[in-house]
């Protein structure tokens, strides 16, 4: 049998592998954390880096940090203060708890006031909230509170856009998928001279289309039903998603009702998978971390093992 490389992330699944979490294990040449305040698992992926940690009930956070962005608030671990901006998906405490401790950091760092995007009906409830903090700290709780609703785009930068999609959870809640855009030069102007381009591009004509690609989808918790009415969630590079409970003796009409997936749901969808990698995170306390890798890797088909990522 060929010797499995620990870098190659089909190798890392189908072994049982868990990522590198950077509260257990440091490579020579990582720079340690000033700070250590929660777990961080940390995994790379087709010039991306994606850090967090995720388990239901205790914490979810996410960093995706050549972006600048995040999703979730659950902690705040304490080198995830400087990024500037957080997709938050619901209001659970669990995804948000941290949303106070984070913006008051940032404040107490002299940066500048980050922004947070977050399900439109809950915005009035957090700012409250964050009054209600301001008052008990007796510091100023500067952010820009943007709600979102399905449907919604986001400007991030000239390179990269976000898209908002309805999610099935117990309460408000949203995903959202990043998507790089490109401006190319439409068909009808191949071969054109640059010169003449140029000039028609002066002109006022728009010579080049916008072609995206969905780079990274988060769903936070949500039911089957949240990746099923979103079909761009089954085709981004990175997916970050929920597998809340893995037992089969775990009701799955109980679990959609509360808004959580199970094993059983991506078996059935292993066809609609067209991700690099899925990232499948949020498991129950009840499961010990070494029983959902063993568990989870004896379960997945091959056409999935080989991309999943369990993260625990």
């Not at 980050?114 to 409830?125: K, R």
């Not at 117990?170 to 990043?178: L, N």
Request: aromatic share 8%.
């Amino acid at each position: 049998m060929p010797k499995a490389d620990p870098s190659d992330p089909g190798d890392r699944a189908q072994f049982g592998r868990p990522p590198t979490r950077s509260a257990e294990s440091k490579s020579s040449t990582e720079r340690p954390r000033p700070v250590d305040n929660a777990p961080v698992v940390r995994r790379a992926h087709g010039g991306l880096t994606i850090e967090g940690y995720s388990r239901a009930a205790v914490q979810t956070y996410w960093r995706i940090p050549e972006l600048k962005i995040g999703f979730d608030l659950g902690a705040q671990p304490w080198d995830f203060m400087g990024t500037p901006t957080w997709f938050v998906t619901h209001p659970h405490l669990d995804h948000m708890a941290a949303l106070p401790v984070y913006v008051a950091r940032r404040r107490m760092m002299r940066m500048e006031p980050p922004t947070i995007y977050l399900p439109a009906a809950v915005v009035e409830d957090v700012r409250r909230l964050l009054l209600i903090m301001q008052r008990l700290d007796r510091g100023r709780m500067v952010c820009h509170l943007k709600g979102v609703s399905p449907g919604d785009e986001i400007d991030l930068s000239r390179e990269h856009v976000a898209t908002v999609f309805a999610t099935a959870h117990t309460v408000p809640s949203v995903g959202f998928v990043i998507w790089e855009r490109r401006h190319k030069l439409k068909l009808e102007y191949h071969g054109l001279p640059g010169d003449r381009i140029r000039d028609l591009r002066l002109s006022g004509v728009a010579v080049t289309s916008e072609v995206r690609t969905p780079l990274v989808a988060y769903t936070g918790d949500t039911s089957p039903a949240g990746l099923d009415g979103y079909p761009p969630v089954y085709q981004a590079k990175i997916l970050i998603t929920e597998m809340s409970f893995i037992r089969p003796n775990h009701r799955r009409e109980k679990i959609h009702k509360f808004g959580h997936m199970h094993l059983d749901d991506f078996i059935e969808r292993a066809d609609r998978f067209h991700n690099e990698v899925i990232i499948c995170a949020h498991y129950s306390t009840r499961y010990h971390s070494q029983e959902v890798q063993r568990y989870v890797v004896s379960r997945l088909p091959p056409t999935l093992r080989h991309r999943v990522w369990v993260w625990v």
